[in-house]
């Protein structure tokens, strides 16, 4: 595996500490198994098994590390941890097997090249080794915790951005000049029109505003409110576009389901932001609420072209993004515009 690739999993360029480690460990394990030959001599002996136990390190802190990046790339992140843990034990296995072989193979080596030397009891060498691998697994898996860490406060602080801003995005799209400009001229057409449309309009202008800074605090909200909102939505658009606009719902909201707040009332608003509508061709919006997505459609494909800042979608797939791996998609089939929305299932 390249350096980049142990990058990608880890988060962190690990080069440094398995040279360390590998020095640490050989220095551990020589003072606990050959401090007698180290004291006693020769030198030139004790340099030489040295060598062979750094290699010896070398080789298991490399399977160790293989194994490792393993159970990370299938199981990543804080909730899998406990799934690491269980199978990080097999990588003992590997350990005493690799150990024996080797003790087996290097055996008549050492025998001959120090006949008078006593070996360290192999027993004393696997439970050495088998500590070392647990305290290097250890550090990976510290260091590790310490990066899904600050992912996770990155993550919620991206979070509280986007949330943010779609606070203040929604709420400039609702409380600028132009919005109250012909929301007071729909209101006074309909007050010399209709007493009684002229005040369940202004109670439905009074009821929107209310929800809208009520919604805006929270992360998700059952789909029920949402389609509840978006349907007054709709009928204080109806008052102002009359014979230039039409809405369609279908289905039923299901109580376990949750929506990003805003999300439908945006949406809303960038396709009456970027399509032509007239009473010769009306703008049809269709809203159909399936069991795991919201569609949202409308017949007017004469769309002007919308920029990254304006772009209600990209703004809500960054929260999306912070609470799920689903976005928002966009299609065009035959002579109609769809969004399709995911919905939420609380945990």
């Known amino acids: 595996m390249n350096r980049s690739h142990r990058y990608t999993i880890l988060g962190f360029n690990d080069r440094p500490l398995f040279w360390a480690a590998c020095f640490i460990n050989t220095n551990i394990l020589m003072g606990i198994l050959y401090m007698d030959l180290f004291l006693e001599g020769p030198f030139k002996r004790f340099v030489a098994i040295y060598i062979g136990v750094f290699c010896y390190i070398m080789l298991h802190y490399v399977l160790m590390r293989a194994y490792y990046l393993y159970l990370l790339n299938q199981y990543p992140g804080f909730n899998n941890r406990t799934t690491r843990i269980v199978l990080l034990p097999i990588v003992l296995v590997i350990y005493l097997l690799t150990t024996l072989l080797l003790d087996i193979a290097l055996d008549p080596f050492l025998a001959i090249e120090d006949p008078l030397h006593n070996k360290p009891p192999i027993s004393k060498e696997l439970l050495t080794g088998t500590l070392l691998i647990l305290l290097n697994v250890g550090v990976y898996e510290a260091l590790q915790s310490l990066i899904e860490l600050e992912k996770v406060k990155q993550r919620s602080f991206k979070l509280e951005k986007d949330h943010a801003l779609l606070k203040l995005k929604s709420l400039e799209e609702k409380t600028n000049p132009r919005f109250l400009f012909n929301s007071l001229n729909t209101l006074l057409f309909l007050m010399d029109e209709s007493h009684e449309k002229s005040k369940q309009f202004v109670l439905d202008l009074s009821y929107l505003y209310q929800k809208l800074l009520q919604n805006?605090?929270?992360?998700?909200?059952?789909?029920?409110?949402?389609?509840?909102?978006?349907?007054?939505?709709?009928?204080?658009?109806?008052?102002?576009?009359?014979?230039?606009?039409?809405?369609?719902?279908?289905?039923?909201?299901?109580?376990?389901?949750?929506?990003?707040?805003?999300?439908?009332?945006?949406?809303?608003?960038?396709?009456?932001?970027?399509?032509?509508k007239s009473k010769n061709k009306p703008l049809l919006i269709r809203l159909t609420i399936e069991k795991d997505k919201v569609v949202l459609n409308h017949n007017n494909l004469n769309q002007e072209t919308v920029t990254p800042k304006d772009d209600a979608i990209a703004l809500i797939n960054g929260r999306y993004t912070a609470l799920t791996s689903q976005l928002i998609l966009q299609e065009k089939k035959e002579n109609w515009y769809y969004y399709s929305v995911p919905l939420i299932v609380p945990s």
């Open 216 to 276: 805006s605090k929270s992360n998700t909200i059952p789909l029920e409110h949402e389609i509840e909102h978006i349907t007054i939505y709709s009928r204080i658009l109806k008052e102002r576009y009359r014979e230039s606009f039409e809405m369609q719902i279908t289905g039923t909201a299901l109580a376990d389901k949750h929506i990003i707040p805003l999300t439908l009332f945006l949406l809303l608003e960038q396709i009456f932001k970027t399509t032509y």
